[in-house]
């Protein structure tokens, strides 16, 4: 069957693609070339998408294998590089998966190089001027973070705003195993949410514990509504999804300790990570509405203070403990990698403009 996409796909002063089709499985790209060295002359040439992919897959595998042989013997990493992995051996997946990826196109780094570049370096004085355009991107920077988290929101007072977003479904600790079997045949779960339904209960009995004059009818007649987004001090978004554009989606979290469990643990001037597993609405009887997530919590690989950090980033582990926290507890998202051919060894990177 063939099926056309579109037409007119990219257009340059050289180069215009007229349409793109598949055709039993294989895709194809028709392009039409102008030859600059006469007018009006026209190049016409159809290219096989997939063909071209398998030859781009067999030169990044070469050059990356030439990269590493080359640099192994001077290099303490083992080159073990998340962007030259990515590069061997996810990106052509990904370009078959969603088109033309940010990272092949220019338009936005010029724009950004525009800014943030060439701006602050005419604003120096020409001295040690890498300095200087690096110390006035990290004051705008954290001007305009401020400037986000101390002004106020620009809607209307009569709004409410409302932290969740993304409602998956509701249900009562009566109706849970229902829900969760019924939902099990219609959706796919990620290893993060059937964790999430695991641990649920265990830990909202943990939760209700800490509540004063609740009953167990309360608890019996308490709704939960699930949701897989949150909007964190209207500044950052934070997800708990198994399919959010193809991949799951659960984030790291940095919380704020209070004094009484920072004095307990190894923290960041009164700071943990975990990662988010589930964020839902509690309703009990009587009470007011609370906006909860639940989360798998990380603890530092050694407890030796001298080893809680590695390559200047917090040298971390996960551990079998799950907890019901409240979601303005959390400061942000933060960006944690695991380390290469190790097991349960993490850094979270503190590195990411």
Known sequence: ??????????????????????????????????????SGSKLNRTVNIDSELDNFQKMIIDWANKFINLFTPIADTEM??????????????????????????????????????????????????????????????ILNYLQKITSPPSIKKHRQIRTLGGIEGSFTLDTFNDFVDEYRTTHFLALEAEKAFEVLIDSLNQYFDLIENI????????????????????????RAKSNYYNAPAFSDIAINMNKEEAEKYNTIDGVCFAKILMLFGLKIPSHDEQELALVH?????????????????????????????????IIEPVHIIPCFNKTNEYFVNYFIF
């Open 215 to 238: 009953t167990n009818k309360d608890i019996e007649a308490t709704i939960i509504k699930w949701y897989t987004s949150a909007f964190i001090r209207e500044v950052d978004t934070i």
């Open 297 to 329: 919590w990380y603890d530092f690989k050694y407890n030796d203070l001298h080893c809680l950090f590695k390559y200047d980033c917090s040298y971390v582990k996960r551990i079998p403990m799950f907890t019901v926290i409240a979601i303005e507890s």
């Open 1 to 38: 069957m063939f099926r056309m996409f579109r037409q007119r796909l990219f257009s340059s002063s050289y180069i215009t693609i007229t349409k793109e089709s598949d055709f039993c499985g294989t895709r194809f790209v028709q392009f039409t070339k102008k030859d600059s060295n006469s």
């Open 80 to 141: 073990k590089y998340p962007k030259l992995h990515n590069w061997q051996h996810h990106i052509i997946d990904a370009i078959r998966n969603y088109g033309a990826i940010n990272g092949f196109t220019t338009e936005t780094y010029e724009s950004l190089h525009k800014f943030y570049i060439k701006a602050p370096y005419r604003m120096s004085n020409r001295r040690d001027a890498t300095s200087q355009i690096i110390n006035l991107v990290r004051h705008d920077s």
